[in-house]
């Protein structure tokens, strides 16, 4: 009885706790989807109210649309993500499992030096990076993005998919070397499937901040054909003059792939939990 | 003709010398169990004729050929592992037939050959499901089906009960004996537990530290162990060893009874005070702390009376008893 009264209490303060963040971390992501709708007088007025007749516009999407070239822009941005997300996967577990499963001379010391990379931010390396670029001919152009990306996520893939890789069973991989199957094989058909939950954890880890990033896209790739989104929508802030209902307007739209991607990993995720956990 | 001969097998793994000089054989359709405590290499050596790990020296013969330098899935070898790893994702009869697609057979000998094994193992409902929708027994049936699709020349066994329950461990002990009799295949069997050993074996091989102790049937290495380590290892209770409570005996030597050959005799050279009744119903277990001090335990056989706290005597059938040496080896009884 006791057990009970206290358990639910733990439920309805645990729950208050969430929901209390969920408001907080969702509150700045209703603004702006609320104010993308509003005409830039209404904005400023009441920056928090919902539109109504009188203020609802859409002028701030038909800027985008009109004016910047958003869905090149859109699909760059989808490129890059997308493509440094696969490299990072791949690269990373093939490394991870490299490191987990065979022994081999300075096996630990590789595995800190792939490591060594978590704690350097990668930024500090611009300038050496720009000049790489600049005579392998790579600036403006995606693959530029795309490698940088792929380095800067390689790090934290292979130290967190190499702990997971080392949980799964020496048995099962030993089954299927004696049932005949390649070191691949076993990678993608045994191992990957089992470290799924882990794969999506690094994934989601890794698309945000891609997706999200102006540094690497204005320095390596502002040309306007290679621009990304977050780079493009750039235009609409100018140095005296904001546009602000085309800035709101393609945010908000700019939210939409993340929040797809993110639920497909998101649910792999809750997948491989509970499978774990039915076992 | 022999299924398995391993000709002076050493593995190091770095500076630590796991298996020292390993040399024995395995004949055709022999049931043999490596037995030894934990860490004395056996489940290594067992990766070593798998081909899981390379031998460092030494040849391994499987059937005619040597088969040092030839991977796993081709040494005509089927394993069957403690922890059942069974492929989760997939079907029962996907688990049991993916090696035979591997090596390339036609769907109608595996599906041949799976329905044989289902049948065998009582398999056959579950075909359809999946690893973690079935219980401990059965996943290790499975496991043991797996390896008998692939109609190996040799089948290596690692510990497989160490994972089921007590009563389960029994009824499989019971089945893979039965399996033997009826495929009359070489198996190779490793535990630590020296009951599976003796219920199990054709050929009991001991290892300790990496080295082979002894090799033999169970009742010769029961009746006619070479050395103390091997005498202890084998039969429960394990034997008691005596330095002071018997007189008769040179400085260093070791006189060791098994608990089954102890009498409750009023003549008995023994004497001590019981410290502790074990009663099973068929055999009563006497824990005795004899007047020099040494601890020993006594097996009757049915039920008996005495309490703890009794003082006795215990006598026991020179003939029964065995002589160890100060290097523990055992000194035979001089031609009589």
Known sequence: ?279 | MTALKLENVNKSFGPVHVLKDISLTVEKGEFVVFVGPSGCGKSTLLRVIAGLEDASSGTITIGDDVVNAVPPAKRGIAMVFQSYALYPHLSVKDNMSLGLKQEGQPKSVIAERVSKASKMLELEQYLPRRPAELSGGQRQRVAIGRAIVREPKLFLFDEPLSNLDAALRMNTRVEIAALHRTLSASMIYVTHDQIEAMTLADKIVVLRDGRVEQVGSPMDLYNNPANRFVAGFLGSPSMNFLERSVPGLAAGQTLGIRPEHLALRADGQISGEVTHVERLGGDTNLLVSTDQGEILTVRLFGQNDTDVGAHIQLGFDPEMAFRFDQSDNRILPLAA
């Open chain 1, 1 to 279: 009885m006791n057990m009970t009264r206290r358990t639910s209490g733990t439920t309805i303060a645990a729950h208050a706790v969430l929901i209390g963040y969920t408001l907080i971390a969702l509150f700045p992501v209703f603004v702006i989807l609320i104010n993308s709708f509003k005409t830039r007088k209404a904005i400023f007025r009441e920056p928090l109210a919902l539109p109504d007749a009188d203020s609802f516009s859409m002028i701030g999407y038909e800027t985008v649309m009109k004016q910047g070239d958003f869905f090149l822009y859109f699909q760059n941005s989808m490129i890059v993500t997308i493509v440094s997300l696969t490299l990072i996967l791949l690269f990373g577990a093939m490394a991870a499992y490299a490191l987990a499963e065979y022994r081999f001379k300075g096996n630990t010391l590789m595995g800190l030096y792939l490591a060594l990379g978590i704690m350097i931010p990668i930024r500090i390396g611009t300038v050496a990076i720009l000049e790489m670029m600049v005579s392998s001919g790579l600036v403006n152009t995606l693959t530029a993005l795309i490698l940088v990306y792929t380095a800067q996520g390689l790090p934290l893939a292979v130290f967190i998919l190499s702990t997971f890789m080392k949980g799964v069973s020496d048995d099962l991989k030993n089954a299927g070397r004696i049932d005949g199957l390649s070191e691949y094989k076993i990678f993608f058909r045994l191992v990957l499937p089992l470290v799924r939950p882990a794969m999506a954890t690094v994934a989601v880890f890794n698309m945000i901040p891609i997706w999200n990033d102006l540094w690497f896209p204005l320095i390596l790739a502002p040309a306007e054909e290679v621009k990304t989104l977050t780079l493009g929508s750039q235009v609409f802030i100018g140095q005296f003059v904001t546009d602000w209902n085309a800035v709101l307007s393609a945010l908000s739209m700019a939210i939409l792939p993340v929040m797809i991607l993110y639920v497909i990993f998101s649910r792999q995720l809750i997948r491989g939990i509970t499978s774990g956990a039915v076992k």
